[in-house]
């Protein structure tokens, strides 16, 4: 399966960063497109407090709108962090097969994280699996780490 995909031939590490920087940014262009009229390009921190104040958006938009701005949040906040577990990786020597594998797990654990949480999430019982999906891309962060040390020694 890996060689069909190409996952040990060429290392694909280093461009998930920027991949990574854009998935921080596609539940906040959703919040955006939601909020609408009340998205001010000028003070846009107060979005979720200006659609929590229109009435004619309903609670689950509002709701979304907010969620998605968490979740932008939530992902730039681990952003650094994944970034440097990828270099730490690379420069230590770890194998470009099992590079790939930890980060594009991490993006995939980007994706799943930011769908539950923003859509999903309109039923409260989905914050559970948010949490473990959460957990899932912070492991596979640690696990660079883990890999890059392992391949120091």
Known sequence: MVSLVGLGSTNWSYYTIPVAFILCMVPHAYAIKLAGKNYDVGNPRKTVEHCAKDTSLDKVTVRRISRGEAATANGFETLGLYAAGVVAG???????ERMNQLTLGY????????YIYVVLQDNSRFAGLRSLVWMAGAGLIMALFVAAGQASN
């Not at 690379?90 to 470009?96: E, F």
């Not at 993006?107 to 994280?113: A, F, G, I």
């Open 90 to 96: 690379n420069v230590a020597g770890v194998a470009a």
């Open 107 to 114: 993006l995939l654990s980007r994706v799943v994280y930011s």
